[in-house]
């Protein structure tokens, strides 16, 4: 429900001025005022001021607000109508998990395929020898992570990769679509299968989107990460496979289980009845 009252921003630190790149202030603004809203301070159907006080309530441009905005949106965190205004929705960025099964977990996979490869391209495009040599830093810690549990590093990863993007609106899309799920234990039970089938590999198709991104070869770029979602989607139907398999086994234990304990039951019972 939208109410009809336009709610006042809880105060905030002020934003400094545009010294820094659009991008980076605009994703400076959308997590602070993101914040306010995960925090509860607004709730949701609030309507918030318009864009030109928010900017001026954040000491920002218009265009960089509108960026801001942008990204809380794809967040799931307001939306943005032109006959109601600015509408908080109140919904955690968790929420790329609508719902804890198998259908949510190939969504996911099947969207970050879709569209990662362009965001690694255009990384590529983009990149100056320092954004790049970032991206390599953060190798050894992901390939590392690798003989363990890659899922942080893997966000990690993702995330500075779309930063290189220069739109916060992409970073705000990645992080969403690399946020962790919670309390989905099928979900997670599916990704843990997943990430054990594919470290390996994993590992050794990031350091090439690396090194592409940092020669600021485009196409390199996009057919490695192209490539890791291919073979991202494979292990995921692979583990499924086997968690099918598990649960078939699982399954017809308990069904020898019990038609054994059926069968020594009614042999007791005929062997009482006629001794």
Do not use: Y
């Amino acid at each position: 429900m939208v109410r009809s009252n336009t709610v006042a921003i809880p105060d905030v630190d002020r934003l400094p001025p545009a010294a820094h790149a659009s991008a980076k202030l605009s994703f400076r603004v959308a997590d602070a005022l993101g914040r306010r809203i995960t925090d509860g301070d607004l709730a949701n159907g609030d309507r918030l001021p318009t864009e030109r006080d928010l900017a001026q309530h954040f000491n920002v441009s218009r265009p960089t607000m509108r960026e801001a905005l942008l990204a809380l949106e794809v967040q799931g965190l307001v939306t943005l109508k032109r006959s109601a205004g600015i509408i908080v929705t109140h919904k955690p960025r968790h929420e790329i998990w609508t719902e804890d099964s198998d259908a949510a977990v190939l969504a996911v996979f099947e969207a970050r395929r879709l569209f990662e490869g362009e965001i690694a391209a255009q990384a590529a495009a983009m990149a100056t020898e320092d954004s790049g040599a970032k991206l390599m830093e953060a190798l050894p810690a992901l390939e590392s992570a690798c003989a363990g549990d890659p899922e942080r590093a893997l966000r990690r990863f993702h995330a500075a990769l779309a930063g290189l993007a220069g739109n916060s609106a992409t970073v705000a899309c990645v992080e969403r679509l690399w946020a962790p799920p919670m309390r989905a234990p099928r979900v997670l039970e599916i990704l843990e299968q997943t990430v054990s089938l594919g470290r390996g590999e994993w590992a050794g198709l990031h350091r090439t989107i690396a090194i592409g991104v940092l020669k600021r070869d485009v196409a390199a770029s996009r057919a490695a990460m192209n490539a890791f979602g291919n073979l991202a989607m494979e292990h995921l139907l692979q583990a499924l496979e086997r968690l099918a398999l598990e649960k078939a086994r699982h399954r017809a234990a308990e069904q020898r289980h019990q038609m054994s304990r059926w069968v020594r039951f009614r042999s007791g019972g005929n062997n009482h009845g006629f001794g």
